[in-house]
């Protein structure tokens, strides 16, 4: 048997062409899931293997539905709010947002300018944590055992603080219609920049520790490609979209609440493989500092939440409002009769769509690939089986 | 572009046209509505969403399109049966409505013709009923509720075909 050669080859230089067999040639069909470790939930993968090359992959979807829309349609539009909760529960705020957006519309109620900012701090604040778990599992995915456990340190240093603000540390329940739940405890903006002031060193960390490091450059460039038009086609969203050169992002398309006060610029990678997407979301976290930062210094003083009756009644029509989550276009339509409850309620998750070209991203790579690129992705099955 | 010239564009497919909350509004018959969407692909190029809309007495699709150059929203309303309901495909022109059509034939039980993979999505395979659906019954002690051990046949057969 000849020896392997375990030199890392040059990250640039063409893929060494290996003879393929001719003897052995035949298909496995293989389940990956419902219970691996890298599907990130309870997600099932089907696939038709040739030797270690994934001939076709079928995603199999909906071990976590429950049902949230039909849900929704008995329940009152306040007792909605905790169900969006469970959706996305990495960035519930997000869920929270974009449901209470959406009915605000139909209400057609004006948002006191304190909550406004306090919703952006918030929510970029939620994106942080979102994508530090990212880069947590993403790392240990591919075998970054280190990795997996710093981004959580930082993490829990926002979930204190929206403990503080809320009470929960995953499902808040914070956004309501008209405003948030309660205004923020003395001393929590200084406790936000201290936090901050921390975590912009933390990069640096992380940055040593992963963007150089040739095993995980190796794993990731040039894996999981799918071209600008091709991911708009597939109507992706998020960072997916914007590692593959795509300038879309709803916080300057479509800006709800202070997004459109604020300055930042949108981050995009034109390489549309999985280290395009890391490159992304790496950028993206330092923009969630500049932003919150001018949230809280911006923040005036006053009211936190609108007067509105105890029995929310929109009068009947219907309502689009999307929101650009941590993983893509989170968008919800709110249909409304006049009575007290939603007539329909849909929920438009990022993570079901980019999951829907998975099969364009990994076909025709390797087995062990799938697991970088569905890392990359950063799909939550919370939202994807509703 | 705008709404007007679109609509005189569209007049002969469309049976309303309306402009609320700077968000463009068609209405299409089934029969018209593959014809509207091939109209509009070239200028709104991302599918941003599709589902249904049921009241107890009429169904619709909704089509949520978007424009990234023009930052134009484009619903198109296409009322169709409330059962049996039949649908020319727009997933060979979006590929982003490939599962967004499961989901609507899933939930709603609205066919689309020429799908290439319609398949349900979020319930299980042999699932009885379309659960949105404002008459569907929900009723925890109903046994044909339990997902059987062997659900994932319509998956094999997809893939020893690939």
Redesign the interface.
Known sequence: MALRDFRIPEFDAPPVELPVSEVDHDTTIVSMGPQHPSTHGVLRLMLKLDGETVVKLVPVIGYLHRGTEKLAESRTYTMVIPYTDRLDYLSSMYMNLGYVWAVEKLLGVEVPERARYLRTAVAELQRLASHLLWLASFSLDLGAATMFIYPFREREDILDLFEEICGARLTYNYIRFGGVMADVPAGWVERVEKYLTLQEQRFVEYENILTGNPVFVARNKGVGYISGADAINHGLSGPTLRGSGVDFDLRKHDPCDAYGDVEFKVCTAPEGDCFARYRVRMDEMRESIIIIRQCLAKMPEGDVLAKLPRAIKPPAGEAYARVEAPRGIFGVFVASDGSNQPLRVRFRSPSFVNLSALNQMCAGGKLADIVAVLGSIDIILGEIDR | MTFDDLTTQLAKLTTGAEER?G?WHLTATPAKARALLETVRPAF?????L?C???GEALRV?Y?LYS?AE?Q?L?VHVPVPRVGGHLPTASDL???????EREAFD?FGVVFDGHPDLR?????EGFQGH??LKD?K?DNDDSSWHIPEQC?QE??D???Q?
Do not use: K, M, Q, S
């Open positions: 909350d968000v190029d991302y599918p941003e969403d589902t809309v049921d009241d909704l949520r990234l930052r929203v619903h979006w590929r982003g409505l490939e599962w967004h939930l349900r999505i979020l319930t299980w659960p949105l569907f929900v994932d998956v094999v997809l893939l020893e690939a």
